[in-house]
């Protein structure tokens, strides 16, 4: 071939190749701005479909957007249905950040993802199921196979999380606003949790989360730090434990919450911790009206279990407690407001309605409870009787002690060590073993009281004696038994210098009360009765206490020994000297000796007989 030959042909070689790989390189730029054009159709359709078949609800994604050089996907718009209005997620814009395999395998693997504006309803069903788990569980979805999902880190910021749970009969709600979140190593193939931490709002608190937590299987394992959150967020879930409502208070806690199979409670919640409430206030519900309040309601090892369930702690100390006690006009009280609520409605679990024990805990219904020590530091009680005519009212003070071993599961139990005063001054002292939370109300008590001020009683012994009190002061030793329903007491009165005031209502009594309280007194203006009583507490208006004090009164004549001449004869005839030779019986009665002695037994309730049918 000649030199010149060669010479023309490369450069037409060079021309073909040129062109060649020009076309190619066309070709790979338009499948290149095609594939760049379509793939986000196809993101947007593979998501999609995905969610949806997992979910088993619709959704949609308002826009996405792709940056190759970052490997970064932008979704704006994500939406999966809920009920209503209400979606059960959704997030004004996505970023996720891929590992470009995840386009052409069968699951989905982010390296990153950045939530904006997220809102999330976790719900707990009825069933005990979880809404999310079909979802980010790896029990995959409708088909029954596994989609492979993998996120080596999650964030979300200004995010919302409703907490429903919808096993009470009315379900419950917490949210959290204003959410933190941070997420590491989600994998739904491995049984494996992942780790998260995160700060939120609470209803105007703060709460900080940090632990782990799995959807499939289900397991919760998270130490919670809460500050001022206001006690009525809890609400719903008090009203499970107790009557009475919160109306003010703020909390704060350190928790630890273990659900599903990190609880070891068959696949129930177990809380663990400790806190503080300041500023609590509680109010009787039906009533609609304050009973209790204290300036600090501290609890140290806080232990709850959802399966039993149960609730103990370790101690509770109140500060400057104050409550309300009130006895109504039909002899009730308002302390049914510090039971628990009926457990008729918890029939979902398989107990029955009649699952009490006579023990007075409950077998498979309504809640557990233990308390070892409750410390009181200046408590108050406001006590009111509003069944009589002139409502009494009195208040206790500077109450310091303990109540140890609370449990509804025990019989005998309720220690209680209380010392304090009445608003007057008079030193308080209450001991015994009592339990007021118990199914049926059992225990001994012993109310001591010193010096109190007689007056105080004016209202009571208006009602069942009908004379005002002008003066005197009483220590009373009262011994109360609560055993089945009914009441037994033991009352020893040691009154001081007592003066009865006018006659305010002749009915109210047949004695000769100041007539009485003459022959009564000793020569230092002490008398002293004992009165025993049984009340029954289903029907505490069938006890005639007018008929039981003047037994007493009948008693304490029956066991005099001795009395003046001159006193005996104004029990039987005021003075009268009609009924000298009746006194001067009295009185020659009470120097036989011998076969004679028994005549002074007699003598008393003769005397007492008479001066009841005497004014």
């Not at 395999?101 to 199921?129: C, P, V, Y």
Request: aromatic content about 6%; charged content about 25%; glycine content about 10%.
């Amino acid at each position: 071939m000649s030199h010149s030959h060669r010479s023309t042909s490369r450069p037409v070689r060079k021309r073909r190749l040129g062109v060649v790989l020009s076309v190619l390189a066309v070709l790979v730029l338009l499948f290149l701005v095609a594939w760049l054009w379509a793939l986000p159709a196809y993101i947007d359709k593979r998501l999609t479909q995905t969610l949806a078949e997992r979910s088993g609800r619709q959704v949609t994604i308002e826009n996405v957007t792709l940056t190759p050089w970052r490997h970064q996907v932008t979704l704006d718009g994500v939406r999966i249905a809920g009920q209503a209005d209400t979606p059960v997620f959704s997030s004004q814009r996505v970023v996720a950040t891929l590992d470009w395999h995840s386009l052409f395998a069968s699951g989905w693997r982010f390296e990153r993802i950045d939530l904006n504006a997220a809102r999330l309803q976790l719900i707990w069903r009825s069933s005990g199921e979880w809404n999310l788990v079909q979802l980010f569980g790896g029990d995959g979805g409708s088909g029954g196979e596994t989609m492979p999902l993998r996120i080596d880190q999650l964030n979300a910021s200004d995010a919302r999380l409703d907490w429903i749970n919808r096993r009470p009969d009315e379900p419950l709600t917490l949210s959290l606003e204003d959410l933190d979140l941070k997420l590491h190593g989600y994998d739904n193939t491995s049984q494996s949790p992942f780790d998260l931490n995160g700060q939120a709002d609470w209803n105007g608190g703060t709460l900080d989360a940090e632990g782990e937590m799995g959807f499939s299987p289900w397991t919760v394992d998270i130490d919670l730090d809460v500050d001022q959150v206001p006690l009525t967020t809890l609400s719903g879930y008090l009203a499970h434990v107790i009557r009475a409502e919160p109306t003010a208070g703020s909390l704060g806690a350190q928790i630890r919450v273990r659900a599903g199979q990190a609880s070891e409670d068959e696949g129930g919640m177990r809380v663990n911790g400790q806190g503080a409430i300041e500023g609590l206030e509680m109010r009787d519900p039906e009533k609609d009206q304050s009973i209790a309040r204290v300036e600090r309601f501290a609890v140290e090892g806080l232990t709850f279990a959802s399966a039993q369930p149960e609730l103990s702690a370790e101690r509770v100390s109140l500060a400057a407690p104050w409550i309300d006690v009130t006895i109504d006009e039909q002899l009730g009280t308002n302390l049914t407001a510090w039971r628990p609520p009926s457990s008729s409605g918890d029939s979902d679990e398989g107990g029955s309605e009649d699952s009490g024990s006579e023990d007075g805990g409950s077998e498979d219904g309504g809640m557990h409870y233990a308390l070892d020590t409750l410390a009181i530091e200046r408590g108050e009680v406001a006590f009111s009787d509003r069944h009589l005519p002139r409502p009494f009212e009195l208040e206790f003070s500077a109450l310091n002690g303990e109540w140890r071993q609370l449990n509804s599961d025990q019989t005998g139990d309720g220690e209680l060590s209380l010392e304090g005063q009445v608003a007057d001054g008079s030193p308080l002292r209450i001991e015994g073993d009592f339990d007021p939370l118990g199914d049926a109300l059992n225990g001994n008590l012993n109310l001591h009281f010193e010096r109190l001020d007689l007056e105080t009683l004016d209202p009571y012994l208006r009602e069942f004696g009908g004379y005002a009190v002008e003066r005197g002061q009483a220590t009373l030793d009262l011994d109360y038994r609560l055993e089945q329903g009914s009441l037994d007491s033991q009352n020893h009165l040691v009154l001081h210098r007592l003066e009865l005031g006018e006659e305010v209502d002749a009915s109210a009594t047949d004695l000769p009360l100041k007539t009485l309280v003459g022959v009564l007194k000793s020569d230092d203006g002490v008398i002293e009765l004992d009165i025993p009583m049984s009340l029954p507490l289903d029907d505490p208006g069938s006890v005639d206490f007018g008929s039981v004090v003047g037994q007493a009164i009948r008693e304490a004549l029956e066991n005099l020994v001795s009395s003046p001449l001159e006193t005996l004869s104004e029990v039987v005839g005021d003075g009268d000297d009609s009924h000298s030779d009746d006194a001067e019986s009295a009185a020659d009665g009470e120097s036989n000796e011998g076969s004679e002695g028994d005549k002074d037994g007699e003598d008393a309730p003769a005397i007492y007989e008479r001066a009841r049918t005497r004014q």
